[in-house]
């Protein structure tokens, strides 16, 4: 069974693994030790309510309970650009005319913005490869909204999410090429390095402040600006049917799209429900395809658990649960649990069950 | 003999012609010098206005032509100008090239970045402008005349004009007419050829570049190679040109045209070297020929006219020169000329 839980202290290793198979371009994931710890003691303050609220990192492992390993983590961070200054670009335009000419000219140009800053994102998602498929991207990506609506007063009205941008094999971004390289000095891969660190200083002190006028950047840089790399479509496109749009906003490196949604839009919010767990002594078949299971979570901040089950499970007040999955989601009969569709049949399953 | 003399609405076809030709063959004409008959004959009335000490109807600062004039055909050869307030009541527009240091102490880089700030920090200056002449008179002796003359002009109205003078160069410009400069930046914004716009410079008001050029700084390394390469660079053409200008004392600072990159040269008015080396003397007549080349003027206004001659200057503060010059000058014995030397 797999089980979306608080990242814990023994997952260090596992999520070192991961994070360094996922290789560049995962920057909030750095394959470091230091920071992943850093990142683990920072959630479990989190969870334990020991740090500031806007202060709060956010992050989830997906457990495999047979082998009790972590193959996926995903995370929010519950304010960015508190405590460091959040940079994007916004892409907006510049219009410049000339009645007496009869010119009337729109230039795109790139404005950096702090923006974003105060708001929730959500991030860090990583699924081991022998994991991918069968619902669980959407398990680990999807649990944080319902997470996010449970504990609303902890986060912003809004999220949004910084998809990866464009570069190629050898981690090369063609916007980074025309612009960042000219400033910075060094190689996409360190600056996005460097930013993932953590220590955005350095951008602050060798970004260019002034807006940047598209016309002037190579084509090639040009065409980048709010697109996804290859990799990350599916993800953008699982963002897109939670409601999340592009917001005007790119990554000030790679020109990657910031998308953003409301938290009461969000598609898993809108469609989730309020059940009674019934532990049942009857035989389950846990064992069914993505499209007929629906996401069930415990209602507990500290020990939230989310995990899977057959929508067949699902009752007009109440939800039907074998005893093991109880034990994971650390309920017992009678315990409020909240439902939330895995995939779009499984929605009308849980519309059906209203 | 070479005359420099206020340009006159009778001057205004032969004025045409210059533009014609020093258009297709040689460098690009000067834009502050229009090539439309109608705008040509507003801005020699104007001049003429500002001659007579006058204001003009549109309450517009004063603004000086004159013409390099053939005495012995009265063929003109030549215009230079002289706007009294750059910009002309309007703002003048330059790009200033300044640095900034972007350095992070944590990560040892410390890069210098290089950025154009749209500037109208020389508006008001007195301006020289409008310099055409026919080719075949480039690295002559008139060439310098034309030129030096209009410093003579404000040797010697010298209240007309302010502390400080600039004068535009004209910038890099390929064989095939292309501009890089123009190609890297303005064009994007401008959304048209880089003759159109530096022919609309010169006639229309200056508010088609307030409303068309990018309102913000722009960084010099996102211009193109050639572009970079062509800031502050004078076209070759224009190099005598340069030359004369440096020797007079202009220097080139930070400030660049907006539309080629051209260098802009200033000065200080009082330390222009004609002018602190001209004299002020009175006219005598020279029995014989011989003495050293000076440029001579004479007249205030309209009546003012400058010339070359060999002149034998004496420590008392005559003036021998033939009679043939008084002429020229529209002068007789003992009026008050003003003498530089070449």
Known sequence: MLVIRPLQENDLEDLYAMAQKAGKGMTTLPADRDLLQRKINLAQETFNQRCAPEAGLYLFALEDTETRKAVGISGIQARVGLDEVFYNYRLSVTVNASKELGVHVRTPTLHLSNDMTDISEICSLLLSDAYQGGGNGLLLSRCRFMYLDEFRKHFSEKVFAEMRGVSDEQGLSPLWDALGSKFFDMKFTEADMLSGLGNKAFIAELMPKFPIYLPMLPDSARAVIGRVHDNTAPALKMLQAEGFNFNGMVDIFDGGPVVEAFVHTIRTVRDSRNRHAMVTRKAVNLDVPAAERVMVSNRSFRNFRVTTVPASCVGTDTISLPPAVAEALQIESGDPVRLAPLKDRAKTAVKAAR | ?342
Not at chain 2, 29 to 35: Q, V
Not at chain 2, 222 to 235: F, I, K, R, T, V
Not at chain 2, 290 to 316: K, M, N, P, W
């Open chain 2, 1 to 342: 003999m070479w005359l420099v003399r206020p340009a006159l609405q009778d001057d205004a076809n032969q004025i045409l012609e210059i533009a014609g030709t020093a258009g297709s063959s040689t460098a690009r004409l000067s834009s502050t010098l229009p090539r439309q008959r109608e705008a040509l004959a507003e801005k020699i009335e104007h001049s003429l206005v500002s001659l007579a000490g006058k204001t003009s109807a549109g309450g517009q600062p004063p603004r000086f032509l004159f013409v390099l004039e053939d005495t012995v055909t009265g063929r003109v050869h030549g215009t230079a100008g002289i706007d009294a307030r750059a910009g002309n009541g309007q703002p003048f527009y330059n790009y200033r090239r300044d640095a900034l240091i972007h350095a992070s102490h944590e990560l040892g880089i410390s890069s210098r970045v290089d950025v154009l700030y749209p500037s109208h920090a020389l508006t008001g200056h007195t301006l020289l402008c409008s310099f055409s002449i026919t080719p075949e008179l480039r690295n002559t002796e008139a060439f310098e005349l034309l030129s030096r003359a209009r410093i003579l002009f404000i040797a010697g109205h010298r209240d007309w004009f302010p502390p400080s003078v600039a004068v535009e160069i004209q910038g890099v410009q390929l064989a095939d007419g292309s501009v890089p400069f123009w190609d890297s930046l303005g064009r994007h914004f401008f959304n048209m050829d880089f003759e159109t716009a530096d022919q609309h410079s010169g006639v229309l008001s200056r508010t088609f570049i307030a409303e068309l050029m990018p309102p913000n700084p722009v960084y010099v390394t996102l211009l193109s190679e050639a572009a970079q390469a062509a800031l502050g660079q004078p076209h070759e053409l224009t190099v005598p040109n340069l030359e004369l200008l440096q020797r007079e004392g202009f220097q080139a600072g930070c400030y660049l045209d907006i539309f080629d990159a051209g260098p802009v040269l200033e000065a200080r008015t009082d330390a222009l070297h004609t002018l602190v080396t001209s004299r002020a003397k009175t006219l005598h007549g020279a029995s014989e020929e011989g003495g050293d080349t000076c440029l001579i003027s004479a007249g205030e206004g309209a009546g003012f006219r400058c010339t070359l001659a060999q002149v034998a200057d004496t420590l008392e503060g005559t003036l021998k020169v033939p009679v043939n010059i008084w002429d020229v000058l529209g002068k007789t014995a003992g009026d008050e000329v003003r003498v530089a030397p070449c």
